[in-house]
C-alpha cells in the first residue's frame, strides 16, 4: 500500500519560509519521479516543482523560480520543498504526488499516480 505523508505546511508572512515534506511509503524509488503541486481556491491544481529520484534533475514552474528548491533525502527517502520569499499569491493546498516509473513530463498531473492529501499554506500580506 503506497502512502504520502506531507507536513511543513503553515501560515507565514510574506517574504518568509516554509519547508515542506513529504515521505512515500509501499514503493521502489529507483525509477520514480516525485513533485509538488499546489491548488488554490477557486483554480486549478498547478505544478510546482519536480525531482528525479535517480538524478536529482530538478524542474520548476516559472512563478518558482529562485525561490523554492526541491531536493531529496536517500537515508530519509524523503522529498522536500523549501519555499522562500514566499508570496501572497503562492497560498494554496501543496500535494506530493509519486510517478513510479520514467515520465517524459514531469509537471504533468497526469504522469502522477500517487497522491499525497496535501497541505495547506497560507501566506499573509
Known amino acids: 500500500q503506497v502512502q504520502l505523508v506531507e507536513s511543513g505546511g503553515g501560515l507565514v508572512q510574506a517574504g518568509g519560509s516554509l519547508r515542506l515534506s513529504c515521505a512515500p511509503s509501499?514503493?521502489?524509488?529507483?525509477?520514480?519521479?516525485m513533485a509538488w503541486f499546489r491548488q488554490a481556491p477557486e483554480k486549478e491544481r498547478e505544478p510546482v516543482a519536480a525531482?528525479?529520484?535517480?538524478?536529482?534533475?530538478?524542474y520548476y514552474v516559472d512563478s518558482v523560480k529562485g525561490r523554492f528548491t526541491i531536493t531529496r533525502d536517500f537515508a530519509k527517502n524523503t522529498v522536500y520543498l523549501q519555499m522562500n520569499t514566499l508570496k501572497p499569491e503562492d497560498t494554496a493546498v501543496y500535494y506530493c504526488?509519486?510517478?513510479?516509473?520514467?515520465?517524459?513530463?514531469?509537471?504533468?498531473?497526469?504522469?502522477?499516480?500517487?497522491w499525497g492529501q496535501g497541505t495547506q499554506v497560507t501566506v499573509s500580506s
Open positions: 504526488a509519486v510517478a513510479t516509473s520514467f515520465v517524459a513530463r514531469v509537471l504533468a498531473s497526469y504522469e502522477y499516480s500517487y
Open positions: 509501499g514503493l521502489t524509488f529507483r525509477r520514480s519521479t
Open positions: 525531482i528525479r529520484w535517480s538524478g536529482g534533475d530538478t
